[in-house]
Structures are given as C-alpha cells and as structure tokens.
C-alpha cells in the first residue's frame, strides 16, 4: 500500500480574503513543494495524484505551523471524493470551520477515531465530564489539562494531547490561550474515569446529541481500533 503525505502550514498574511499555504506533498519518495497556494490549489494537486495512484493509497495530512500537532489520515470517502469532484472536496473540507473527528483509520468504520475536539472560549474550555466551562491547568510533565476546581487531587485532571491555535511563533503558554478556539483530548482518557456513565461531545458526528452514553462511545472507540495502523 503506498502512502502520500500532505505536510503545510497556514502563512500569517492573507491574499484578498483567504489564507494561503506552504508545505511539501511527498508521494513515492518525490516531493513536490509548494508555496503561498491557496488551500483550493492543494486538493487540485491531490486530485491530479490519486487519479493516477493505487486505489488503496493512503493519505495524511501533518499539519507543521508548530510541533506536537497530530497528523490525521484521511478516509476512504473523502479520498475518493477527491479523486472524482476536488471543486466538491475543498468546499467540504474548509478547515476554518469546527474540527468535527480525528481520523486515525481509514473507511467508514473509522470515523469516529481516538480523539475528539473540545471547544474553547475566552480562555475556558467545555468538560466533556460535566458539559460546563472549565479553567486550564498547566505542568511541566502532562502539559495542559482540564483543570477540576472542585479537587485538588492533579491525578483527577484530565490530560489534553495538545491545543488547536493560531498563535505566532514565541508567544507564551498563557498567551496562546487567547488564540485557542479548540483542545484534542485522547478518548482513553474519557473511558478510563470509571465514575463516568456518559460524557458531554457535542460534535456532528454524534447522532445522540450533546452526551453518549459509556456504552455508546466504548463501542465506536473499539470499532476504530480495528482500523488503526
């Protein structure tokens, strides 16, 4: 099975209304860089790739505007949406709106994968353990975390894999903050608080609304373990 990655960066200066990019594509050991192309233009270049690729080609996308952003592998649907309508696919995966799944497999059954988003607003984030705002904690060991104003016990926060931000370069922990609209939270972390009967996710790919029950979201973090690599 081959692979094709996709690593970018969003540039900080806008041309007219929109964002461009700069990255690398890398498909069977050629690279081919590109440089202030607007996001449209990359799903023209991925197009033009997978129409002449092995069916069963992989595809990854690494975002690089700074380390410790999880890259995601996209599924079968969307990379045969690319293949067949990319006009389609771009206006489908408009990156500024809401994250909705982080895709660790490929086919339908992976679309739910072992992290989910978390929204943040004005320096609060939404507990997916109490569907309330909550405040950050910061260590040097686990990073961020959901901090639980009602214990003390730092064993009892929960642990963010990372912050989902438009920050520049060299600004502080705390100041990133005002720039973070989304936290990526590891499901292990959700299934492991054994007191926990259903956790608040209000993102679209839940069908039973803001909660899921344990139960519920055991059986889709189990259903994408099958298709992880």
């Known amino acids: ?17 929109e964002y461009p990019y700069q990255g690398v594509i890398v498909w069977n050991g050629v690279e081919k860089r590109f440089d202030r192309m607007f996001f449209r233009g990359i799903i023209g270049e991925l197009h033009n790739i997978l129409k002449e690729a092995p069916l069963e080609t992989r595809v990854i996308f690494q975002r690089t505007d700074r380390e410790g952003i999880v890259p995601f592998e996209l599924g079968e649907h969307t990379i045969r949406l690319i293949r067949r309508d990319p006009v389609l696919a771009y206006k ?4 500024n709106s809401e994250p909705t799944v982080q ?4 086919g339908e059954g992976a679309a739910f994968g072992r992290y989910v988003y978390l929204r943040v607003e004005n320096g609060m984030i939404e507990d997916p353990l109490t569907g309330h705002w ?3 904690a910061y260590g040097p060991e686990k990073g961020w975390m959901i901090r639980d104003d ?11 894999v990372s912050l989902i931000d438009s920050a520049p370069e060299g600004v502080t922990n705390l100041e990133r903050l005002a720039f973070t609209r989304w936290a990526l939270l590891d499901v292990e972390q959700l299934l492991c608080r054994m007191d926990a009967t259903r956790f608040y996710v209000p993102r679209p790919w839940n069908s039973h609304g803001p909660w899921i029950s344990r139960e519920e ?3 889709l973090y189990e259903k994408s373990k099958e298709h992880m690599v």
């Open 103 to 106: 895709v660790t497999g490929s």
């Open 92 to 95: 489908k995966m408009n990156f």
């Open 217 to 219: 979201l055991l059986k």
């Open 134 to 136: 909550k405040t950050f």
């Open 1 to 17: 099975m081959s692979t094709l990655v996709l690593r970018y960066k969003r540039l900080h200066e806008k041309i007219g209304n």
């Open 150 to 160: 009602e214990t003390n016990d730092h064993t009892r926060w929960l642990p963010l």
